[in-house]
């Protein structure tokens, strides 16, 4: 190795490992200063290795770099913490592999991500710790990480009437394309009319699509999932997970979230399927 190189001391969450070799590792580490860093970390996998612990999955460690011009190399790594607590449920092994997933494709090298590293940790350390269902730490991870990428909905009132309250009782729909809330009574008055018509020209499964030809997509909500959504965006980061939903607003929620992520990243992810196929069982 090239001693000239300059060194790059940082922290971070390692969110993809692959095994190069018998002795090698690639890391993908998400730092908050420079983004995703690509590692490549020479002997990590014997046994003696003192950097091993750092190197795994999950973990978030300090690291000492050498920065080359396509990855960097691992000099020395520290663990901080490995969130052990995941690993005790297969589900929650599962649901953090995709949030890992989805915090890689939404960030990017040299970038500032510390609202996103900030995003994963609380997340990390809430799935380990155990202290809230699984599905509302998904759904608030799914939508605040659009927002941090810059997808963040206005969920403030009707994009229509400004009402905050659905006057025609407890409806509300997400505009997922557009990422604005319609009231029940709006939404009523200034779309079902049309959809409904354009829905009967329509092959089945065929997605309904506006004069522009993007695809018009809603999601409906009640109060509760609508509150909900409400308190992951505008909250404290810190109080991220301190929040409930109720009866029919778990579904409402859950679908609205993933929904909304996956639109706007314009595909799924394996590691998601795998989840929800355990949700399933």
């Not at 009231?183 to 200034?190: K, W």
């Not at 993007?214 to 301190?242: C, E, G, H, W």
């Not at 109720?246 to 859950?254: D, K, V």
Request: charged share 20%.
């Amino acid at each position: 190795m090239n001693k000239t190189q300059p060194v790059l001391n940082t922290r971070g969450v390692v969110l993809r490992t692959t095994d190069v070799g018998e002795r090698d590792r690639m890391l993908t580490v998400l730092t908050a200063e420079h983004g995703k860093i690509s590692v490549f970390a020479r002997g990590v996998r014997k046994i003696t290795s003192g950097a091993l612990p750092a190197c795994q999955l999950f973990a978030y460690a300090d690291f000492t770099l050498r920065r080359a011009s396509q990855y960097c190399f691992l000099n020395e790594a520290t663990i901080r913490e490995t969130f052990l607590g995941i690993s005790s449920t297969i589900e929650g092994a599962a649901l953090a592999s995709y949030l890992c997933e989805a915090a890689d494709e939404l960030t990017y090298e040299g970038g500032d991500s510390a609202q996103m590293l900030q995003l994963l940790l609380n997340t990390l350390w809430t799935i380990s710790a155990g202290t809230r269902p699984l599905f509302l730490v998904k759904g608030a991870f799914e939508l605040r990480a659009a927002a941090i990428s810059g997808y963040q909905p206005d969920l403030g009132g009707c994009a229509a009437c400004g009402c905050e309250t659905d006057p025609a009782g407890d409806r509300f729909l997400l505009d997922v394309m557009n990422g604005r809330l319609i009231c029940g009574e709006c939404y009523d008055t200034l779309y079902r009319v049309h959809l409904d018509i354009a829905a009967a020209h329509l092959p089945p499964n065929v997605p309904l699509c506006d004069e522009h030809g993007q695809q018009i997509l809603f999601r409906r909500l009640n109060t509760s999932a609508l509150r909900a959504m409400q308190y992951v965006l505008y909250t404290d980061p810190k109080r991220q997970f301190s929040f409930s939903v109720e009866g029919e607003g778990i579904l409402l929620f859950r679908d609205a979230c993933e929904t909304y992520l996956l639109h706007h990243v314009g595909h799924g992810y394996k590691t998601l399927s795998f989840y929800k196929s355990l949700e399933t069982l």
